[in-house]
């Protein structure tokens, strides 16, 4: 009788006759592929087999001798259980990669050590933000969706048996660029009668690496309606990356966009609006509207 220990073990039991004729009977049991050995007579005996093959199937018989002669049982086989799969599993991501979505792609292990039963793809923000859900299914390419664009997320996928789990290396993949989003209005002070005072904070979703703000503006008459068709008034560029950390010298050489400027010559006593563009690579977001008035003259 085989009995299942492991992957790599298989215990044998067998209940030979303790005597023929008065004669002590001397066993033997023979893998087929192991070699023989002595077994003294007893009831029950078992044998371990030990540093077998995950997964493989192995034949034993059982061969006696005596003083009249030998016989042998007939051949059992038994398969020992699935172990952890072997090999690589070369995970990797299938370009372009999207603003809320990458597609992952890995190898099929060698399935020498069992069937495959289920890969498990694995994904986490590197900044630890909205988490992303995995993939579980029997397929060697997955789509993780929702994710947050221009983010770095860490992607590992398992192969299991029902023995256990091979594991890939993980690999870091950033999300695209998209335009950015919830920029608010910007804030208007009073400098003097002819001067406003205007600055704005970046976009709460900057989605990308800021490279550009615009400042557009509206002259109001004194009941509100416009007198004057908006015009650009101020225009600053350079490099505000979301990341704290600048990955090349380029970038650290790199100043921000200004987000204030001074508006002059303005006229005294009246009414402006306001409202800020602010760009990246993939687009742009404008802010509401906002209202500054300049000082009456002579306060200057």
Not at 15 to 26: A, I, K, L, M, Q
Request: aromatic share 10%; glycine share 6%; proline share 10%.
């Amino acid at each position: 009788m085989a009995v299942p220990v492991n992957s790599s073990d298989a215990q044998v039991a067998s209940s030979p006759s303790t005597t023929d004729g008065g004669f002590p009977v001397s066993s033997m049991m023979q893998p087929l592929i192991m070699g023989s050995f002595p077994w003294p007579s007893a009831n029950i005996q078992y044998f371990l087999d030990t540093e077998l093959s995950p997964y493989t199937s192995y034949s034993y018989y059982l061969e006696t001798s005596s003083l009249s002669g030998s016989t042998r049982s007939a051949a059992v086989t038994y398969r020992t259980k699935p172990g952890a799969p072997e090999g690589s599993l070369n995970l990797s991501y299938i370009s372009p990669v999207s603003s809320d979505s990458v597609t992952l792609t890995w190898a099929v292990p060698s399935n020498r050590s069992g069937p495959i039963e289920t890969y498990i793809l694995s994904c986490a923000p590197l900044d630890g933000i909205q988490p992303c859900v995995p993939y579980e299914g029997p397929e060697t390419t997955a789509t993780i969706w929702n994710l947050v664009p221009f983010t770095k997320y860490r992607f590992a996928v398992q192969a299991c048996t029902s023995g256990g789990c091979l594991h890939s290396t993980p690999l870091t993949v950033t999300t695209a660029q998209a335009p950015p989003r919830r920029l608010g209005p910007p804030e208007v002070r009073k400098i003097s009668s002819t001067e406003l005072h205007v600055e704005w904070a970046p976009p709460l979703e900057p989605n990308g690496i800021i490279i550009r703000y615009e400042l557009y503006m509206k002259r109001l008459r004194s009941n509100g309606e416009t007198r004057s068709a908006e015009s650009r008034v101020f225009q600053s560029s350079g490099w505000l990356s979301p990341y704290p950390l600048a990955e090349s010298a380029n970038e650290n050489a790199l100043e921000p966009p200004e987000p204030t400027t001074i508006i002059t010559g303005l006229e005294p006593y009246t009414k402006y609006k306001f409202r800020v563009l602010a760009v990246n690579m993939a687009g742009s977001v404008s802010s509401a509207w906002t209202t500054g008035r300049t000082g009456e003259s002579g306060e200057d």
